[in-house]
């Protein structure tokens, strides 16, 4: 599966960004997809990820207590991209973000990367 994240951009301290997560070659509902970041000099970290949605509502899971309450992540299956929806973000916010394809119902290793979206928070 091939994965593409974009929105990324400059804002201001207490801002929102929308992420989309897009595929150009595999219809998502069949995918695990979870948004991770790095920042420089700082290990890559895991926020959100959604479960496959192709045969029920898919799960939500958020992994990270500081992004928890401002970001949120869903699917818009017509289209076929992955969502997250960020809030109040804070300097500390500022990363690059990936979305990945994850195994084991979001609780297993990514195993499919997009190229990242750059995110800065500054005034």
């Known amino acids: 599966v091939q994965l593409q994240a974009s929105g990324g951009g400059l804002v201001q301290p207490g801002g929102s960004l929308r992420l989309s997560c897009a595929s150009p070659d595999s219809d998502l509902k069949y995918y695990h997809i979870g948004w991770f970041r790095q920042a420089p000099e700082k290990e890559r970290e895991k926020l959100s990820c959604v479960t496959m949605s192709a045969y029920g509502p898919g799960s939500t899971y958020y992994y990270l207590d500081s992004v928890k309450g401002r970001f949120a992540i869903s699917r818009d299956n017509v289209q076929n991209t992955v969502i997250l929806q960020m809030s109040k973000l804070k300097p500390e916010d500022t990363a690059v973000y990936y979305c990945?394809?994850?195994?084991?119902?979001?609780?297993?290793?990514?195993?499919?990367w997009g190229k990242g979206t750059q995110v800065t928070v500054s005034s």
């Open positions: 990945a394809s994850v195994q084991g119902n979001c609780w297993g290793s990514p195993d499919y």
